[in-house]
């Protein structure tokens, strides 16, 4: 069993950055794929960003594209979103999740979440 915890959520005013991490237990993270999601107030929950086993690859939604940055240090069992230039557009609860077979944008494919962090940007 896995178990996902995120953290670095807050308060942040529009411009800013906060860099999220989600540490992962119960089996060590290099064996699936990680991912971050969101979902704001009335909202669908929708894909960030997604990284594979090694690292080496990355996929991000496209308006988030250049401001969010995925990474993943293996060795901490340690995934992290870096989030720059913030908008209150990105006010929302951010969540980790883990997958055991390929990486997606879709909820369903993830077997393992988070129980979420949240973020808010002032205006």
């Known amino acids: 069993q896995v178990q996902l915890v995120e953290s670095g959520g807050g308060l942040v005013q529009a411009g800013g950055s906060l860099r999220l991490s989600c540490a992962a237990s119960?089996?060590?993270?290099?064996?699936?794929?990680m991912a971050w999601f969101r979902q704001a107030p009335g909202k669908e929950r929708e894909f960030v960003a997604s990284i594979s086993l090694s690292g080496g690859s990355t996929d991000n939604q496209g308006a988030m594209k250049g401001r969010f940055i995925i990474s993943r240090d293996n060795a901490r069992n340690t995934a992290y979103l870096q989030m720059n230039n913030l908008e209150p557009e990105d006010t929302a609860v951010y969540y980790c999740a883990g997958s055991n077979h390929w990486t997606s944008r879709r909820v369903n494919d993830y077997e393992y979440w988070g129980q979420g962090t949240q973020v808010t940007v002032s205006s």
């Open positions: 119960g089996r060590t993270s290099s064996t699936y794929i």
